[in-house]
T-cell receptor
Framework: KQEVTQIPAALSVPEGENLVLNCSFT??????LQWFRQDPGKGLTSLLL?????REQTSGRLNASLDKSSGRSTLYIAASQPGDSATYLC???????????FGKGTKLTVNP | DAGVIQSPRHEVTEMGQEVTLRCKPI?????LFWYRQTMMRGLELLIY????????DSGMPEDRFSAKMPNASFSTLKIQPSEPRDSAVYFC??????????????FGPGTRLTVL
């Protein structure tokens, strides 16, 4: 059974700092990995999707990497801003299914 | 596009009552997902449909839960009878059906259910 772990559960940083969020998964036979953002009381917003054949994806100040063989992904946020404060979740799909298995997320606070 | 629409946004009910949650996916999307989010267990898939057909319902906790998708633009998740442990935020999501490799899921705002 696939399990997704995110460490740390919470992170607080000063504005302007570069930071890395970590995600690990137990079964490397994934089809893709996605990073989502969730604001309090809101639904999830997709940030980046990395296909299993890819190593990384970039969008603005965000860069996500994938090392399928080691079961790890990182989300790098450059020059963090208070507006980046949210919970970040990673999720994987596998087995030809569209089913997403989620980690429990990292709650990020960027202090002005 | 209005995105995925869920109703109601908040529901408070008493134990034993029937609860129906509703979802309208993004027009043109052909896969629909129901998730439940709690502090203890995080975000879990309950069931998903493709072209209105249930594909994987292994996450449905027990017979008290049922889901239907009578057409491409509407789905319901029903809990009967409800119990306090069903209290959670229930999300609906949809995808465009290009395949698991490339599709991202678009989430609705969720329904916060409280069972007293």
């Amino acid at each position: 059974k696939q399990e997704v772990t995110q460490i740390p559960a919470a992170l607080s940083v000063p504005e302007g700092e570069n930071l890395v969020l970590n995600c690990s998964f137990t079964d490397s036979a994934i089809y893709n990995l996605q990073w989502f953002r969730q604001d309090p009381g809101k639904g999830l917003t997709s940030l980046l999707l990395i296909q299993s054949s890819q190593r990384e994806q970039t969008s603005g100040r965000l860069n996500a990497s994938l090392d399928k063989s080691s079961g790890r992904s990182t989300l790098y946020i450059a020059a963090s801003q208070p507006g980046d404060s949210a919970t970040y979740l990673c999720a994987v799909t596998q087995g030809g299914s569209e089913k997403l298995v989620f980690g429990k997320g990292t709650k990020l606070t960027v202090n002005p | 596009d209005a995105g995925v629409i869920q109703s109601p946004r908040h529901e408070v009910t008493e134990m034993g009552q029937e609860v129906t949650l509703r979802c309208k996916p993004i027009s043109g999307h052909n896969s629909l997902f129901w998730y439940r989010q709690t502090m203890m267990r995080g975000l879990e898939l309950l069931i998903y449909f493709n072209n209105n057909v249930p594909i994987d319902d292994s996450g449905m906790p027990e017979d008290r839960f049922s889901a239907k998708m009578p057409n491409a633009s509407f789905s319901t998740l029903k809990i009967q009878p409800s119990e306090p442990r069903d209290s959670a935020v229930y999300f609906c999501a949809s995808t465009g059906g290009r395949g698991a490799f490339t599709d991202t899921q678009y989430f609705g705002p969720g329904t916060r259910l409280t069972v007293l």
